[in-house]
C-alpha cells in the first residue's frame, strides 16, 4: 500500500520516525511534514508566501520532504505534486505527541492534515498518543497497522478522516477500543499575564485540558480518560443540523429598506 | 449591547472599520483584531510565544487593541482579560473581503474567531462580503445590524455560530436572505511550480475557487452564486454522525497480541 505520512511536530519528531520504522517493512512509505514545529496551527494553509520543500535523511539514509508550510500544505503539495496526480491510498498523521480529543482537535494540526486528506478524497488517521514526557511510541506505532486494516475492513468512506487517540500508558493496562463521538465539552484555560525585562507586559496561554464530559460517556476524551482507545470519525462539515432545522422556520431578517440608507 | 469586533484581514482593514462605524452609535461596541493580516490561519492559537496588545487609533481617535496573533486569540484574550471576565454579548468577526463558504471555511481565520466564541459561549457571527476588489462595505455593516437582531429574535443557541456570506454586488440586485447549510464540494486547486532568482525551486498555492455543489441547493456556495445573502449555523462538532453509527457494529481492531510484539 502507498502511504503518506505527516505530522505537526515537525519532521524530525520521534513520534514520526517510530511511525515511519514501523510500516516501512509492510507498505511504500512516503514521508511529507513540516520543516519544524506546527502545534495548533489549525487547519491552516500558507496563501501569503511560497513553499519550499527539501530532502531530508535521518540515520544516514533517505527520509522524507520538508515543507516550510503547515501539515495541511504538506498534504495538498504531496497529493498534487509528489506523486503526480496518483494519490496515495492512505494518509497517516502523527504519532503526535499529546491527545488530540474535544474541540481541541479544531486547534490541532495533526488531526487537520488528516482532514484535508478526506478533502482530497484519501482515506486518512490523526494518531495521537496520551503522553506528555518520555513517550514510547512504539504500541502506537503498531497500533496504526491495526488502524490501516480497519480503514478498509470496516469500508470507511474515503471522504471521513479518523481520529485516533491512544492512551500513554503500558499496552497492558489499556482497557479496549472504541468507536467515540468528538467532545465538546469547553476547555479550561486562562491567560497568565507577565512582564519581560523591559517592564511590558505580555500574555502566556495556559491550562487548556479538556474538561471530561461526564454526561456523555460515548466521546473521545471519557474513553481516553478509562484507558481506552479511542476511534472518532470525523466529516469536514461545521453545520449545525439542529439549528439549521430550526432557522429556516424563522423570520429571516430583511434587507429591502436597508437599500434606502445608504 | 456589549458587541466585541474582531476579523482576520487585520485591526487596520477597511471591512473592520467599516462594521465599527456602523456599529458604534446603537452599540458599546469594542475592537480586539490581530495586528496584521492572518487570512487561512485557520482555527490556530498561539502557545509557543507570548502575546502582547497594542492600542490603536483610527481617524483621530481610540479604536481599539491589536494583538500579536490570530483571530481565535483575539477572541480568547478579549474574552478573559479585557472584559474582566463579563463575557460581551455578541462576538461579530469581519467584514471579511472575500467569500468563506464550503470546506474553504475550515482555513478561515474569520470564521473561525466567530467559532472560538461559541466554544465560549458567547453568540458570535463571522461575516464575509463576497468581493474582491474595490468592496464596498456599507451595505454589508448596515446588514450586520439585522444579523444582532436575528441572533436574538430565532432564540439562536449559545454555542452556535453563524456564518453569513453577503454578494458582492449593488444592494438592490440581491435576491434574497436563506438559511443554509454549509457545502462540502471539494475545491479545484493546484500549485504553482516556480524557480526564485537564485533558480531555486518553489510552489505557491493557486486557485481554491469552491465549485458550486449543484446537488445540494440548500448550500452557503449555491445561495451566493444566485445573489442572496447566506447564512448558515455552525457549531464545532467535526464527528460524522453517520459513520459514528455505522462503524460503532463494525469488528474493531485488536490490540491485545501487541502487548507480546514489543
Redo the contacts between chains.
Sequence with gaps: MKILLTNDDGIYAPGLLALYECLTSYHEVHVVAPES?M??????????R????QKVSRKGAFFGYAVTGTP??CV??AV??LFNGTPPDIILSGINLGANVG?N???SGTV?AA?EGA???VRSAAISLDATKDPDF??AA??SR??I??MF?????V??ALNVNIPGIP??K?KG??????A?A??E???E??SDPRG??????AGGKESVEKSKPEVDSVALSENK?S??????????E???E???N??????EE??L??
Design positions: 514545529e502545534s495548533a496551527v489549525g487547519h491552516c494553509i500558507t496563501l501569503s511560497p513553499l519550499r520543500i495541511a500544505d495538498k503539495i498534487q505534486e474541540v482537535i479544531l486547534y487537520s482532514t478533502f482530497l478524497g512504539r504500541f503498531q497500533f491495526k488502524v486494516r480497519f475492513s470496516s469500508g470507511l468512506k471522504n471521513t499496552p497492558e489499556i477500543v472504541c468507536v467515540t463521538r468528538q465538546t469547553r476547555v484555560e486562562r491567560f499575564r507577565r511590558n507586559v505580555y500574555y502566556w496561554l482507545i476511534i472518532t470519525p470525523l466529516y469536514y462539515d461545521l453545520t449545525c439542529e439549528e439549521y430550526r432557522l429556516k424563522q423570520p429571516l431578517p430583511s434587507f436597508l437599500r440608507d445608504l
